[in-house]
């Protein structure tokens, strides 16, 4: 299984594909110092398959190497930033008590 993540700036959504077939994306909002994750899903037919936390890393990783402060806004990303603590300092400081991240 090859799975795939491409940011669609147009669309303002990360996708990402699994042997070349759409399977999920994760919807942005992009400011000029941060990004802020709306919404994710992920076909069910690749739940429990590592589809959705290839998206999160992949969508954590870009906004890390672009600079950007990340709003986790959608449930599944402050989730995951919860389970993975190497992505809580993308968070501002003042804003993880809202996230839960404190």
Do not use: N, W
Request: proline share 6%; with cysteine; aromatic share 8%.
């Amino acid at each position: 299984m090859t799975i795939d993540v491409r940011d669609r700036p147009d669309d303002r959504q990360y996708e990402v594909t699994v042997d070349g077939q759409v399977a999920g994306k994760l919807v942005y909002r992009l400011g000029p110092d941060q990004i802020a994750f709306t919404h994710a899903e992920v076909d069910s037919a690749y739940g429990g398959k590592g589809v959705g936390s290839a998206l999160a890393s992949h969508a954590l990783d870009d906004a890390r190497a672009r600079g950007l402060a990340v709003l986790p806004d959608c449930p599944f990303v402050t989730a995951y930033v919860k389970k993975h603590s190497e992505y809580v300092d993308l968070v501002p400081d003042h804003l993880r008590p809202s996230y839960g991240l404190d």
